[in-house]
């Protein structure tokens, strides 16, 4: 069964192919059949060798599967091939199950859209792209992967590229995030001059024998890559992307936040782990990138107007909870939160997306309101997503992942209480902004009437998705609550167990207790300040307040920043340069061209009779070359 | 058993018919003209073949002319179709006045 494996990322890639190729002749039927069949083989092959790799490997033994040598240069000769074990059995299972409930649910949601293959196309690539990053054995493969998500983000976002703003997100998505890939492929340079290789196992087995803990070569390499990682995941300072990415299709971004691209950086990290364990600094840096991103990122959800704009900060704001696992050394809560946001942050999108279709594609949450009667689907869908996304105790998955990253927090040596105190700060912004788009939304009075309701391919994915964002937390449970480690447990093989343990039951029972009080604060408060409205008027009586509100409407003035340190100076000087010597030189020379031009075209008079003409006196000036010559 | 006519003269003749039609070819206005004259070059030019042969007792000249006949057939049938889609489209079978392809 394991000998599937190589099937996982191929089926949705020849899809692809086929797609782009035949896509406008297929009817419709065909195309969705296709596109989502393909990704609907994929999960069963990946359902299968999961099965697999957990029943006939006993310990989480990986499985590689080399398939050919991608190219033969002097002394590197990297593999092509894939690369099994926990880690990256969790990866191929969320990221095809969630890609195809998403599928699913687009077979519905772009019904009446022109280019319906093309999205198709685009998405199966995502999803390949998506599978040979997390399946390949070889950090050039995996740069493959990466790349290609980037640029089938890149075609997703601008996927109605007809209005001009989508295409300036698009393209503002693709440069941001290449500024991330850069420092990645400098990251990779420098593995290869000092290890020799860029086998992934091999790197893992040779970096802690060339590189004592704490080496400078080390941390630069861990550093670079840190940079990649912080670009594809949309955090702080790469993050400008990531809410104007809301210009795609509702299901893109969906994919995007869920399962492929901003958890790229997650699992990039996680599978370096040796690496960034080398490196004691720059775990550091990644658990204070991760913290100060999801407090700025969750301010800034509260500000927005725009339901996937919500949505979008609410995705930068979790993936920094990731990071801070990742940071703390809580590797396996790191994934297993990467699980959960999975389910239950394409749960918020795919249920926004009804609320969005419904009121033909109004985005604005204040003109919505009252929708709970009118779309029950999107009501208790969206309940569920939020709920577990504010990690509301003991029922939602969300509560038992964000859990156990505040528990890792607290119990990491550097800082660890003040990072456990800001990821509480964290879940009580996060409960509140949530809450306030469930109250805005679906409570009140109802403002504009519905013009759609959801069909069936919309709504299996949306209540699957509903019991995945409940149930998905029975994989792990704290110890304080029956101590149940299915997860830990998977991943055991591939990622180092968390660095310290936190002492004393009592501890624990009390982190546990803060963890769940929490976020019910935030939905007290929130109920406060948005189901009567009475609350909210007086805060934004506060003075300052409206500053406040215009600085994280913003998002923290990052833009406006960016805009003017690089987009400036980077137009005005192509502005003063447009007429310099060499722009001079090759106008002049076309210049030229052109008078010639003119002149020449005379002899083209359309006169059969002066052609023959001209054929006559050339035939005659070669005659008489030939004879005198 | 030699003809009478010399070698040069027949060539000459091959010569004088080559240029007269020609002449006709750059002169003339009306398309059938112009193909007439250009049935008259490929006939100057057969003649010359046919005498070549028989200046060296060749018989490739005589099959080069077999050859010209067909190509000159296939040519007829074209360029009064030709002819025909002029006059279709300008009302005229004057040449010059197909001239839309000026550069």
Same mark, same amino acid.
């Given at each position: 069964?394991?000998?599937?494996?190589?099937?996982?990322?191929?089926?949705?890639?020849?899809?692809?192919?086929?797609?782009?190729?035949?896509?406008?002749?297929?009817?419709?039927? &065909?195309?969705?059949?296709?596109?989502?069949?393909?990704?609907?083989?994929?999960?069963? #092959?990946?359902?299968?060798?999961?099965?697999?790799?957990?029943?006939?490997?006993?310990?989480?033994?990986?499985?590689?599967?080399?398939?050919?040598?991608?190219?033969?240069?002097?002394?590197?000769?990297?593999?092509?091939?894939?690369?099994?074990?926990?880690?990256?059995?969790?990866?191929?299972?969320?990221?095809?199950?969630?890609?195809?409930?998403?599928?699913?649910?687009?077979?519905?949601?772009?019904?009446?859209?022109?280019?319906?293959?093309?999205?198709?196309?685009?998405?199966?690539?995502?999803?390949?792209?998506?599978?040979?990053?997390?399946?390949?054995?070889? /950090?050039?493969?995996?740069?493959?992967?990466?790349?290609?998500?980037?640029?089938?983000?890149?075609?997703?976002?601008?996927?109605?590229?007809?209005?001009?703003?989508?295409?300036?997100?698009?393209?503002?998505?693709?440069?941001?995030?290449?500024?991330?890939?850069?420092?990645?492929?400098?990251?990779?340079?420098?593995?290869?001059?000092?290890?020799?290789?860029?086998?992934?196992?091999?790197?893992?087995?040779?970096?802690?024998?060339?590189?004592?803990?704490?080496?400078?070569?080390?941390?630069?390499? +861990?550093?670079?890559?840190?940079?990649?990682?912080?670009?594809?995941?949309?955090?702080?300072?790469?993050?400008?992307? /990531?809410?104007?990415?809301?210009?795609?299709?509702?299901?893109?971004?969906?994919?995007?936040? #869920?399962?492929?691209?901003?958890?790229?950086?997650?699992?990039?990290?996680?599978?370096?782990?040796?690496?960034?364990?080398?490196?004691?600094?720059?775990?550091?840096?990644?658990?204070?990138?991760?913290?100060?991103? /999801?407090? =700025?990122?969750?301010?800034?959800?509260?500000?927005?107007?725009?339901?996937?704009?919500?949505?979008?900060?609410?995705?930068?704001?979790?993936?920094?909870?990731?990071?801070?696992?990742?940071?703390?050394?809580?590797?396996? &809560?790191?994934?297993?939160?990467?699980? =959960?946001?999975?389910?239950?942050?394409?749960?918020?999108?795919?249920?926004?997306?009804?609320?969005?279709?419904?009121?033909?594609?109004?985005?604005?949450?204040?003109?919505?309101?009252?929708?709970?009667?009118?779309?029950?689907?999107?009501?208790? =869908?969206?309940?569920?997503?939020?709920?577990?996304?504010?990690?509301?105790?003991?029922?939602?998955?969300?509560?038992?992942?964000?859990?156990?990253?505040?528990?890792?927090?607290? +119990?990491?040596?550097?800082?660890?209480?003040?990072?456990?105190?800001?990821?509480? +700060?964290?879940?009580?912004?996060?409960?509140?902004?949530?809450?306030?788009?469930?109250?805005?939304?679906?409570?009140?009075?109802?403002?504009?009437?519905?013009?759609?309701?959801?069909?069936?391919?919309?709504?299996?994915?949306?209540?699957?998705?509903?019991?995945?964002?409940?149930?998905?937390?029975?994989?792990?449970?704290?110890?304080?609550?029956?101590?149940?480690?299915?997860?830990?447990?998977?991943?055991?093989?591939?990622?180092?167990?968390?660095?310290?343990?936190?002492?004393? +039951?009592?501890?624990?029972?009390?982190?546990?207790?803060?963890?769940?009080?929490?976020?019910?604060?935030?939905?007290?408060?929130?109920?406060?300040?948005?189901?009567?409205?009475?609350?909210?008027?007086?805060?934004?009586?506060?003075?300052?307040?409206?500053?406040?509100?215009?600085?994280?409407?913003?998002?923290?003035?990052?833009?406006?920043?960016?805009?003017?340190?690089?987009?400036?100076?980077?137009?005005?000087?192509?502005?003063?340069?447009?007429?310099?010597?060499?722009?001079?030189?090759?106008?002049?020379?076309?210049?030229?061209?052109?008078?010639?031009?003119?002149?020449?075209?005379?002899?083209?008079?359309?006169?059969?009779?002066?052609?023959?003409?001209?054929?006559?006196?050339?035939?005659?000036?070669?005659?008489?070359?030939?004879?005198?010559? | 058993?030699?003809?009478?006519?010399?070698?040069?003269?027949?060539?000459?003749?091959?010569?004088?018919?080559?240029?007269?039609?020609?002449?006709?070819?750059?002169?003339?206005?009306?398309?059938?003209?112009?193909?007439?004259?250009?049935?008259?070059?490929?006939?100057?030019?057969?003649?010359?073949?046919?005498?070549?042969?028989?200046?060296?007792?060749?018989?490739?000249?005589?099959?080069?002319?077999?050859?010209?006949?067909?190509?000159?057939?296939?040519?007829?049938?074209?360029?009064?179709?030709?002819?025909?889609?002029?006059?279709?489209?300008?009302?005229?079978?004057?040449?010059?006045?197909?001239?839309?392809?000026?550069?």
């Amino acid at each position: 069964m394991l000998r599937l494996l190589w099937l996982i990322p191929a089926i949705p890639c020849a899809s692809f192919l086929l797609l782009a190729l035949f896509g406008k002749r297929l009817p419709r039927g &065909a195309v969705a059949a296709m596109g989502t069949g393909s990704i609907g083989l994929s999960m069963i #092959a990946s359902f299968l060798v999961a099965a697999a790799f957990i029943f006939e490997r006993p310990g989480g033994l990986p499985f590689a599967q080399p398939l050919w040598t991608w190219l033969a240069v002097d002394g590197f000769a990297p593999v092509f091939g894939f690369y099994l074990d926990g880690l990256s059995v969790v990866m191929i299972l969320v990221v095809s199950l969630v890609a195809f409930l998403i599928h699913l649910y687009s077979i519905g949601f772009m019904a009446g859209d022109e280019g319906y293959s093309r999205f198709f196309a685009y998405m199966n690539l995502f999803v390949g792209s998506m599978l040979i990053l997390v399946l390949s054995d070889n /950090l050039l493969a995996l740069y493959l992967g990466w790349e290609g998500v980037g640029l089938c983000s890149y075609l997703l976002i601008g996927f109605w590229y007809r209005e001009p703003e989508n295409a300036r997100a698009a393209m503002k998505a693709f440069l941001v995030t290449r500024v991330g890939d850069t420092a990645f492929a400098i990251g990779l340079f420098m593995l290869f001059t000092g290890l020799g290789t860029l086998q992934i196992q091999e790197i893992a087995q040779k970096a802690p024998m060339v590189w004592a803990p704490g080496s400078l070569f080390a941390a630069v390499a +861990a550093a670079l890559l840190l940079g990649g990682a912080v670009g594809k995941s949309a955090q702080i300072p790469l993050q400008t992307w /990531l809410p104007d990415a809301m210009a795609g299709p509702t299901p893109v971004s969906a994919l995007i936040h #869920a399962a492929t691209m901003v958890t790229a950086g997650v699992y990039l990290i996680a599978r370096m782990n040796v690496l960034f364990m080398l490196a004691p600094q720059v775990r550091l840096i990644l658990a204070l990138v991760g913290t100060i991103t /999801l407090l =700025t990122a969750g301010a800034s959800a509260l500000a927005q107007k725009d339901i996937k704009r919500v949505l979008a900060y609410s995705t930068m704001s979790q993936v920094g909870y990731m990071f801070l696992a990742l940071g703390v050394g809580a590797w396996s &809560a790191a994934i297993f939160h990467f699980m =959960t946001h999975a389910c239950f942050k394409a749960l918020l999108f795919l249920s926004a997306g009804v609320v969005i279709q419904a009121l033909d594609n109004e985005h604005d949450i204040f003109r919505m309101g009252g929708l709970r009667k009118a779309l029950p689907w999107a009501f208790w =869908t969206f309940l569920i997503g939020a709920a577990s996304l504010s990690a509301l105790p003991f029922v939602t998955a969300g509560f038992y992942s964000k859990d156990l990253i505040l528990l890792g927090a607290w +119990a990491s040596p550097e800082g660890g209480h003040v990072l456990w105190a800001a990821g509480l +700060a964290g879940a009580a912004l996060t409960s509140l902004y949530a809450f306030r788009v469930v109250f805005v939304v679906f409570f009140g009075r109802q403002k504009a009437p519905i013009s759609h309701t959801p069909g069936p391919s919309m709504k299996i994915p949306l209540a699957l998705l509903s019991v995945l964002s409940i149930g998905a937390g029975l994989l792990e449970m704290p110890k304080a609550l029956g101590n149940w480690t299915l997860l830990a447990d998977l991943t055991h093989g591939a990622l180092p167990a968390a660095g310290s343990a936190i002492t004393g +039951a009592t501890t624990e029972g009390m982190l546990l207790a803060a963890g769940a009080v929490v976020p019910l604060l935030g939905l007290l408060a929130a109920g406060l300040l948005y189901l009567s409205g009475g609350a909210s008027a007086a805060v934004q009586r506060i003075p300052g307040m409206s500053i406040v509100h215009r600085f994280w409407y913003s998002g923290w003035g990052f833009d406006w920043l960016y805009n003017a340190v690089f987009v400036a100076p980077f137009t005005w000087a192509a502005r003063i340069d447009r007429g310099d010597g060499i722009d001079a030189f090759y106008e002049g020379t076309a210049r030229i061209v052109k008078s010639a031009r003119t002149l020449l075209v005379v002899t083209q008079s359309g006169k059969v009779r002066w052609y023959v003409m001209g054929v006559t006196i050339g035939a005659i000036v070669f005659i008489l070359i030939a004879v005198l010559g | 058993m030699s003809f009478a006519i010399p070698f040069e003269h027949a060539m000459m003749l091959a010569g004088i018919l080559f240029f007269i039609g020609l002449a006709g070819v750059l002169v003339r206005r009306d398309s059938i003209f112009i193909l007439l004259s250009l049935e008259v070059m490929l006939n100057a030019a057969g003649f010359a073949l046919v005498v070549a042969g028989a200046q060296w007792h060749q018989a490739d000249g005589q099959i080069m002319f077999l050859f010209i006949l067909a190509v000159a057939a296939s040519e007829v049938s074209i360029g009064l179709a030709l002819v025909l889609w002029l006059y279709h489209w300008h009302k005229t079978i004057d040449i010059d006045k197909a001239s839309s392809m000026r550069g």
